[in-house]
């Protein structure tokens, strides 16, 4: 285990222990339904809260995350229950218990062989169908149990069909008896509907979920002691508790550990408890207010040994929840510590309350899963997707689809596969994919000057090869300063962009910054600041600045700060630049992303130029600052010394030394035809300015200077500080009068 700060573990012991109690009263009556919702013992949502709860809190790898029953995994151990059962469903759930196990062995060895990469293999919007899938499963299935209709069976399509025909029941004589039972599933439903819109600080101290559980108990008291009619809701309807729930331990059965089902249901578990433990692990890494990275490898491996020791005690396979987590992080929950008295939490309910518990209706835990499937499945989610692209929905919603009508491991292959399939169409081409897959296309560096860490990404960036980048930035320390260049990549996927605005998040929480570059002149198929980018226009009408990058989002707003003109569409007239030395032997192409002033003095633009020809041709991206000083002044060039300048030297260039200032000529190269004009117009005040300010390549063609750092495309971070820069210098040139400075040295001279 990693060291512990005792000191700061026990100051902040009591709000993990009272963030323990809050996700306690979510996970008891979620554990309870997402059993039910399994086919299996109510009990044994609640052992594999416990269990994960306790184990992954010793030996898991990230800090703020709970463990227990997921959602996603309803589908599947309802589909192994009902699989291995051959009839008998307790015979179904002893075999899948024992499956449990075998899928723990396996996240295990997941997580020992550091495969923790494996869920940036899976394309963002199919991992949304497959989640929009579950959902609409547990809303069918539970839309049922929820109006008491407990007998409801068949796939999801149908028992969608037949939602009508359940309600309409309810309204016949002889269903009588069920009508109570229903109305209690359908207030639990608007109680977890109208309770985000309830303000009142205590009311909201108890979530919905124990709302519904607290009201239902409440109800069955009220009919044995205020009452004399008998409750209402028969005994099938209520939550069956065992007597002895902590040494009747169901025994794992393994008499069909070699058959093709039994290994069919390990994958499909092992593949889906994988996923839902790393997105929602990734998830809510955001949502950690000191910004840690959780060891992902180390959590698989921990809710490998979790889902074992749970199989062995009759409890569900163990995942990493998002819900429950993100409570956690609310409730002021910092260590792994509240993910623990959760469990013994759970376990005082358990020994303590176990009567109540069995007075809690099937349907008012129905009526909580059918929100949560609702809220996987919710249109917005749909709305959403469309929003990013047309191609986004097609993949979305092939993988409902595919895995509603067959099942999950299905489902999400051909999602993977449909993304391909789009990907190809797009790029007209699968020779880009073929050809550069397994080819290196991340190259990183730190700038020396600033400590800048530069990333240019080539040829394509997607789903299939985005861990080559993550592997990068992995390897940055958070508060550092990053430039992520897409300008010669050709194809950058939805994926790999949504990947990239978490680290941005993490990064600036951190202090440092992560900006992305290049994706400017990229043709997209919608609006959608994410929508995925293809070098050249998907149609001969898409031109750069039809639809704004994030970037360019963020010009905008720098323009709009200043009360200045933002144009994102390239500008062919660059005529004005062809009088500075650095674009005299280059061949510029057009002019993009420009910023001006209201009088045009001041103009920011990226800048797309070439140098040489036929083979030796090289295609250059940057940005400048053009300053119109609307004056005039000496033509010349300063730049850093280095060891280019140094050869200029060599090569007989001379550099113009500025008197009484040695440490300046040092760090400075300046070039310039009329040296005795250029260390006049050098006064002490701009001399020093230049000595304690950032370097930049200046120039002056006469009248208009030309500020540049890199041959790249700046981060907005390095515009603002670049427009900072050039402001201020100008206000110094400003002061100073050329022309009577010109006018004294004539004088001067005999």
């Known amino acids: 285990m990693e060291k512990i700060n005792t000191s700061k573990f026990l100051a902040q012991l009591p709000k993990n222990i009272f963030s323990g109690f809050v996700v306690s009263l979510i996970a008891l009556p979620l554990g309870l339904g997402l059993a039910l919702a399994s086919e299996a013992p109510p009990i044994s949502g609640i052992i594999a809260a416990i269990v994960g709860g306790i184990i992954v809190s010793i030996f898991g790898g990230s800090n703020v995350t709970i463990t227990g029953p997921g959602n996603g995994l309803v589908v599947v151990l309802l589909g192994a229950i009902t699989t291995l059962a051959n009839g008998d469903l307790f015979q179904g759930y002893l075999f899948t218990l024992a499956a449990i196990i075998c899928s723990g062995v396996l996240m295990i060895i997941i997580g020992f062989l550091r495969l923790g990469i494996l869920s940036d293999f899976f394309p963002s919007s199919a991992i949304q169908g497959m989640l929009a899938a579950i959902g609409i499963s547990i809303f069918a299935k539970q839309f049922h149990v929820m109006v008491a209709n407990i007998g409801a069976k068949g796939d999801t399509i149908s028992l969608l069909a037949t939602i009508p025909k359940s309600i309409y029941s309810l309204f016949l004589p002889e269903y009588n008896h069920l009508v109570i039972a229903a109305i209690v599933g359908v207030i639990s439903l608007l109680i977890m509907i109208f309770y985000g819109k309830i303000r009142h600080k205590y009311l909201r101290l108890i979530p919905a979920p124990m709302w519904i559980v607290l009201l239902v108990i409440g109800l069955s008291y009220y009919y044995e002691f205020f009452s004399s009619a008998p409750y209402p809701i028969a005994d099938k309807l209520l939550v069956q508790i065992p007597d002895k729930v902590f040494s009747n331990f169901p025994s794992p059965d393994f008499s069909s550990v070699l058959k093709p089902k039994f290994i069919g249901v390990v994958i499909a578990i092992t593949l889906i408890s994988s996923i839902e433990s790393l997105l929602s692990i990734k998830a809510v890494d955001k949502l950690d207010p000191e910004k840690r990275r959780s060891n992902t490898n180390k959590d698989l491996m921990a809710l490998g040994i979790a889902s074992i020791a749970s199989g062995f005690v009759g409890g569900l396979n163990v995942v990493t929840v998002i819900a429950r987590s993100s409570v956690n992080v609310n409730n002021g929950g910092s260590n792994r510590s509240a993910n623990f008295f959760h469990s013994i939490f759970l376990i005082l309910f358990v020994v303590l309350f176990q009567d109540q518990l069995g007075r809690i209706p099937l349907t008012a ?36 689809i595919a895995t509603i009508t067959t099942n999950l491991i299905s489902g999400i292959l051909i999602g993977i596969l449909t993304t391909l399939i789009i990907h190809f169409i797009l790029n007209k081409s699968a020779i880009l994919f073929a050809r550069n897959l397994f080819k290196p296309n991340v190259l990183m560096f730190k700038e020396e000057v600033n400590g800048i860490y530069f990333i240019s990404v080539k040829n394509f960036s997607s789903f299939l090869n985005f861990f080559k980048l993550k592997r990068n930035l992995d390897s940055i320390p958070e508060d550092s300063d990053v430039v992520i260049d897409f300008s010669l990549c050709d194809f950058v996927d939805y994926s790999v962009q949504e990947s990239l605005i978490g680290y941005q998040e993490v990064f600036k929480k951190k202090g440092g910054s992560f900006e992305i570059t290049g994706l400017d002149k990229h043709g997209t198929a919608s609006g959608h600041p994410l929508a995925v980018r293809r070098l050249f226009s998907f149609s001969q009408k898409m031109k750069i600045g039809s639809s704004l990058t994030k970037r360019q989002e963020d010009l905008k ?191 001067i001279k005999p």
């Open 365 to 400: 835990l129905a009526a909580i899963l059918v929100f949560t499937g609702y809220k996987l499945a919710a249109p917005k989610n749909l709305k959403g997707i469309a929003k990013i692209g047309r191609e986004q929905l097609i993949i979305f919603t092939a993988t409902i």
């Open 557 to 747: 707003k720098v323009a709009s700060n200043f009360s200045w003109n933002y144009f994102p569409k390239k500008d062919e007239d660059a005529t004005y630049l062809q009088d500075f030395i650095f674009f005299k032997t280059k061949k510029i192409k057009y002019t993009y992303n420009n910023i001006l002033n209201k009088d045009s003095s001041f103009k920011i633009s990226d800048v797309e130029f070439s140098e040489g020809e036929f083979i030796a041709q090289k295609i250059i991206k940057t940005t400048i600052l053009t300053i119109d000083l609307k004056k005039e002044i000496p033509v010349f060039t300063l730049d850093r010394e280095g060891l280019l300048e140094f050869i200029y030297k060599i090569a007989g260039f001379k550099d113009i030394s500025i008197i009484g200032h040695p440490d300046f000529s040092k760090r400075f190269y300046l070039l310039g035809e009329n040296s005795e004009r250029i260390q006049l117009f050098f006064t002490k005040e701009l001399v020093l300015f230049f000595e304690s300010n950032p370097y930049y390549h200046i120039e002056s063609n006469g009248d208009t200077l030309l500020l540049m750092r890199k041959e790249r495309i700046a981060s907005v971070k390095e515009i603002k500080e670049l427009l900072d820069f050039g402001v201020r210098l100008e206000k110094i040139i400003s002061k100073i009068n050329y022309n009577e400075l010109l006018l004294k040295s004539v004088q």
